[in-house]
Antibody, heavy 122, light 105 residues
Framework: EVQLLESGGGSVQPGGSLRLSCAAS????????MSWVRQAPGKGLEWVST????????YYGDSVKGRFTISRDNSKNTLYLQMNSLRAEDTARYYC???????????????WGQGTLVTVSS | DIQMTQSPSTLSASVGDRVTITCRAS??????LAWYQQKPGKAPKLLIYKASSLESGVPSRFNGSGSGTEFTLTISSLQPDDFATYHC????????FGQGTKVEI
């Protein structure tokens, strides 16, 4: 059974940093492109970042580019999201998602974790 | 960036109703469109991918159609378990989602 378990969320002041983790099990982690998707309270979903299976290719949404860094450790079956210079608008539940099929320039997602909540507030 | 617009934002329906949700893209995305169902406090669940392909295990009452810039998700006969929020997602250029459609009683 595919399982994705996020951790690392919490409350942080504006300008602060957090590192999220996503522990994967039940599939060959290194074979899959993985992403982070977030959802602000009461809002829709927003793609944040995508990392290739090897970790060598990384893609970011405009709202986080230059502040967030995605990475992975395939020996630990874990995906990470380093978030720096956090802003109030980064407040959201952050989901780790496994990609399903590849489109022309992106992916859809067939498995999601339950998410970890990040709150940025003074 | 490709903007995705869903309509309506909220839909009131009854068990047994035929329900249609529309998703429009700001530019052509071919058929690179997915639909997700999300219940309160839960992660999204993939229903439809590549505009019309039914994900494994999803009931056949869910149907997706469309191409280019206009897409629809139809639930042929609404069941109690279907009251939820539905999101469309384009994956033609990176990824972006619609704002969601809440299906309520």
């Amino acid at each position: 059974e595919v399982q994705l378990l996020e951790s690392g969320g919490g409350s942080v002041q504006p300008g602060g940093s957090l590192r999220l983790s996503c522990a994967a099990s039940g599939f060959t982690f290194s074979s899959y492109v993985m992403s982070w998707v977030r959802q602000a309270p009461g809002k829709g979903l927003e793609w944040v970042s995508t990392n290739s299976g090897s970790g060598g290719s990384r893609y970011y949404g405009d709202s986080v580019k230059g502040r967030f860094t995605i990475s992975r450790d395939n020996s630990k079956n874990t995906l990470y999201l380093q978030m720096n210079s956090l802003r109030a608008e980064d407040t959201a539940r952050y989901y780790c998602a496994r990609t399903h099929t590849r489109g022309y320039g992106g992916y859809d997602y067939d498995h999601w974790g339950q998410g970890t909540l990040v709150t940025v507030s003074s | 960036d490709i903007q995705m617009t869903q309509s309506p934002s909220t839909l009131s329906a009854s068990v047994g109703d035929r329900v249609t949700i529309t998703c429009r893209a700001s530019q052509s995305i071919s058929t690179w469109l997915a639909w997700y169902q999300q219940k309160p406090g839960k992660a999204p669940k993939l229903l439809i991918y590549k505009a019309s392909s039914l994900e494994s295990g999803v009931p056949s009452r869910f149907n997706g159609s469309g191409s280019g810039t206009e897409f629809t998700l139809t639930i042929s006969s609404l069941q109690p378990d279907d009251f939820a929020t539905y999101h469309c997602q384009q994956y033609n250029s990176y990824s972006s989602f619609g704002q969601g459609t809440k299906v309520e009683i």
